[in-house]
């Protein structure tokens, strides 16, 4: 074989096994993992990586302490506000940031940036700051193999967002504007042709408003759906937190008939303790 050809296919060798090898897929020793979480009228999305403990000291060691980290691995951990929320207490606008921490061994300082790229102290910048959150670490009981971003204790307006590894878990409170929103949408909704009534009385109900016309929409609603067992208990409800036991007892009653008849044994149940509440 001529000294050209020899090295074409010698180099066809070397290339075949490149491509080869460039195939072989391999586990993330820190895999992604992308936490969507609905809250209030929108959500919060975390996009970051978890690295594991693998015997080692993570606080004070694996993650220094005094120093900013990404708060995760690989890739800059970012979060998105569907909706502007308060954020440890501070007003944040919709969109998205980078999170990062600066731990400590008795204080932590979460931090929204506008910078998405953030994997190193030396890449962070603070005039991209948007918010600073000083936070107190929780010792757990046990420890955490993989870091860890959750939600937690979420209500109709707040939630925590935990951040949690090793031993340590930390705690942000947050916190959207619901009322004034729904409130605005069942305004105009109750000026329209199709009226909300089981909505509006549902909200009106939960959130300790005006119980008359709390009644007065459920009422409208069990007239447009007469065999609504679900309505008939909020209507039953309503009466019962008014103080109306009598009234309470006969929509109850009304409501488990109708359960029966859907064959709906958890209405049947929730109707009967309602009763047992008077």
């Known amino acids: 074989m001529k000294p050209l050809f020899r090295y074409l296919a010698a180099g066809s060798l070397i290339l075949s096994a490149q491509l080869s090898f460039a195939q072989v897929k391999m586990p993330a020793p820190s895999p992604g993992q992308t936490i969507h979480q609905d809250f209030a009228l929108s959500f919060v999305e975390v996009n970051y990586s978890r690295p594991a403990m693998k015997g080692r000291t993570v606080m004070g060691d694996l993650v220094p302490y005094g120093k900013v980290w990404r708060t995760g691995a690989n890739s800059a951990t970012t979060i998105t506000f569907g909706d502007d929320v308060t954020f440890g207490g501070t007003a944040v606008k919709a969109g998205k940031y980078g999170l990062l921490t600066i731990p400590g061994q008795s204080e932590w300082t979460i931090i929204l940036t506008k910078s998405l790229d953030v994997t190193s102290p030396a890449a962070y910048k603070p005039e991209n700051d948007v918010v600073r959150v000083k936070v107190s670490p929780t010792e757990l009981p046990f420890a955490v193999e993989n870091f860890m971003i959750t939600f937690d204790d979420i209500s109709s307006n707040e939630a925590n967002m935990l951040l949690i590894w090793e031993k340590t878990m930390i705690t942000v409170p947050l916190k959207a504007d619901v009322d004034s929103k729904v409130m605005a949408q069942l305004d105009a909704a109750m000026k329209g042709d199709k ?22 929409w459920a009422e409208e609603a069990v007239k447009e759906n007469p065999t609504a067992f679900w309505i008939a208990t909020l209507k ?43």
Do not use: C, H, M
Request: aromatic share 10%; hydrophobic share 40%.
């Open 236 to 278: 039953a409800r309503i009466q019962a937190k008014a103080g109306d036991k009598k009234g309470a007892k006969a929509t109850a009653e009304k409501a488990i008939e109708l359960a029966k008849t859907a064959k709906n044994d958890d209405y049947v149940v929730i109707n009967q303790k309602i009763i047992a509440s008077l």
């Open 195 to 216: 009226k909300p009534y089981f909505q509006a009385a549902s909200y009106y109900y939960e959130t300790n408003r005006d119980l008359k016309q709390a009644l007065a």
